[in-house]
């Protein structure tokens, strides 16, 4: 627990977070707008919450999903809304790319999660740029490098922020949100994604 703890600085981000990997921007969208995006995307999304399969064993995806955009490469996509619009023109210009889908993400409170992954599925290439926007609870974004485990990284992300992924980032290194023991509230996640 101390060595985790050793890895923050005051302000709550690991010490030499690799810029070449991640870019973060707190406040991005102001607090009375992202108070109101947080509970638009709350009651207005037909959340749902898959199954994963995992050595034969199904597991419910301890977090609630929904994609939007307008690719026809991921079944059940729905169509952009003027706030999912709005929200993705903002990070275009950061991200230098554009985007044609969005996955949501709804932690509701400390139990959910989502595992150690990388985002490098065949549809967006190897080196994919994602641009992660965050609402509602402040919660740890963990990353670590695939061929070294013991090199991590933290990065608070807090109510209205950005974070951009790079495109080496999903190739040599894995993501979390980690489960919290401390009582939380909800948080939503959007990432935006190209999908080719
Ligand atoms: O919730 C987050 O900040 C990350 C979500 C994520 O890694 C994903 O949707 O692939
Ligand atoms: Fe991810």
Redesign the pocket.
């Known amino acids: 627990m101390m060595e985790q703890l050793a890895l923050f600085s005051p302000a709550g981000q690991s010490k030499g977070l690799p810029k070449h990997l991640l870019d973060y921007q707190p406040g991005m969208i102001g607090t009375e707008e992202s108070d109101r995006l947080l509970t638009h995307f709350i009651d207005n999304t037909p959340w749902k919450q898959t199954k994963q399969k995992l050595w034969d064993k199904e597991y419910v995806t301890p977090r609630l999903t929904c994609w939007y955009g307008d690719t026809e490469k991921i079944a059940g996509t729905l169509p952009w809304t003027a706030e999912l619009r709005a929200i993705r023109e903002t990070v275009e210009p950061l991200a230098g790319i554009s985007f044609n889908s969005v996955l949501l993400n709804y932690y509701r409170d400390g139990n959910d999660s ?1 595992a150690w ?3 490098k599925e065949s549809i967006m290439g190897t080196q994919p740029i ?1 641009a992660s926007v965050s609402f509602g609870e402040v919660r740890n974004f963990d990353i670590r490098n695939k061929a070294d485990h013991s090199e991590k990284y933290a990065v608070r992300l807090e109510h209205g922020s950005f974070l951009l992924m790079k495109s080496g980032l999903q190739e040599g290194w894995e ?1 979390r949100i980690a489960k919290s023991a401390r009582p939380m509230k909800a948080r939503i996640n959007l ?1 935006f994604r190209l999908v080719i």
């Open positions: 989502v992954h990388s985002d994602i993501h990432t």
